[in-house]
């Protein structure tokens, strides 16, 4: 059984930071990609931010030069530090990674909720 933990969420003002973090345990072999995603109230999931096993990075271009993502492969960690945050910013934030155990799968969080105030 392979489980993702977010936490690090909360309610901040507009161009405040947040630093999320996302623990993956279970019976872990190796981990790939991972990544942080996001959904608003209404709207479509959206991929905000990628990362390898090497630390390349790619960034949505509505969060390029504000969030971070990094990861400690040593703990199958992953951050996101999240800096002159927005309102639009608020959403559902959740981790994503790709896990081999017994096979290779797909491992999703559940979601840490982030909210912005202006």
């Known amino acids: 059984q392979v489980q993702l933990m977010e936490s690090g969420g909360g309610l901040v003002q507009a161009g405040g930071s947040l630093r999320l973090s996302c623990a993956a345990s279970?019976?872990?072999?190796?981990?790939?990609?991972m990544a942080w995603y996001r959904q608003a109230p209404g709207k479509q999931r959206e991929l905000v931010a990628t990362?390898?096993?090497?630390?390349?990075?790619t960034y949505a271009d509505s969060v390029k030069g504000r969030f971070t993502i990094s990861r400690d492969n040593a703990k199958n960690t992953v951050f996101l530090q999240m800096s002159d945050l927005k309102p639009e910013d608020t959403a559902v934030y959740s981790c994503?990674?790709?896990?081999?155990?017994?096979?290779?799968?797909?491992?999703w969080g559940q979601g840490t909720q982030v909210t912005v105030s202006s």
């Open positions: 279970g019976s872990i072999f190796h981990i790939n990609a």
């Open positions: 994503y990674a790709q896990i081999y155990s017994s096979i290779w799968r797909n491992a």
């Open positions: 990362i390898t096993r090497d630390s390349a990075t």
